[in-house]
């Protein structure tokens, strides 16, 4: 069976970026499924702009016509945090032997040492780190380190194993942001084309970012 992609992230909202990017790798590297799984309460940033309920809805409406893509909404259930090793653990409890990859983007990539345990989540799954515009891979450091140790330019590695190596994979280059999105729609413009169709018909219908006091 091919590896079991696993993409965290807030979410608000889901774009381009993120559904182009999971695309990519879901085809690439070949995994059998990605599960989006976003955030509830996002442990190193604020509060998301936009309702959970509504950014569930959201990424359920962006990825329901892909096969192979799937939602995972375990961490807006969860009270506290959402660590992502608390999620890690789960999913490997559910299957001790199956290839977990965790997707991220070369942004969140470097932030890696901040994360809860992170050095557990190594030892749970691997990293497909995506290549992000604007973010280049680390040349010295930790992480570099990291990448020198655990590194691999072979996509096969991730599926002879079920965790800990870190493949980092160019993507099409979008420079899409949630952050430039929310900005966007508070000015008044339209995020048509940045955003599926649907996922803006439910940016309309919630209204969520266009208050100017909440931005
Ligand atoms: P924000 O601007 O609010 O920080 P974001 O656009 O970075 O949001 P997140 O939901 O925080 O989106 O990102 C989830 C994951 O998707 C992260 O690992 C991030 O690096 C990755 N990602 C987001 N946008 C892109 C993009 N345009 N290309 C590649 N990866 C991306």
Do not use: K
């Not at 979410?11 to 690439?28: K, N, S, W």
């Not at 891979?137 to 599926?159: C, N, S, V």
């Amino acid at each position: 069976m091919n590896p079991l992609g696993i993409f965290g992230g807030t979410f608000d909202p889901i774009h381009y970026g993120h559904l182009r990017t999971a695309f990519e790798l879901l085809q690439a590297v070949p995994l059998a499924e990605v599960r989006f799984v976003p955030a509830g309460n996002p442990p190193h940033r604020a509060a998301p702009r936009c309702h959970a309920r509504d950014r569930l809805a959201m990424v359920q409406a962006a990825v329901a016509d892909q096969p192979g893509f799937t939602v995972d909404a375990r961490e807006l259930a969860r009270d506290g945090p959402s660590y992502t090793v608390i999620t890690l653990r789960e999913l490997r409890a559910e299957d001790p032997a199956r290839s977990l990859c965790l997707i991220v983007g070369m942004d969140a990539f470097l932030g890696l040492p901040t994360w809860h345990e992170w050095r557990a989540i190594l030892d749970l799954a691997h990293l497909v780190v995506a290549h992000r515009p604007g973010w280049t891979a680390p040349r010295q450091g930790l992480l570099a380190d990291l990448l020198a140790e655990r590194g691999t330019m072979r996509a096969e590695d991730l599926g002879s194993s079920p965790a800990g190596r870190i493949l980092v994979h160019a993507v099409t280059p979008l420079e899409i942001s949630s952050t430039d999105l929310r900005d966007l729609i508070v000015a008044g413009r339209d995020p048509r084309y940045l955003v599926p169709d649907a996922v803006r018909a439910l940016i309309v219908e919630s209204g969520c970012y266009h208050d100017p006091a909440q931005r």
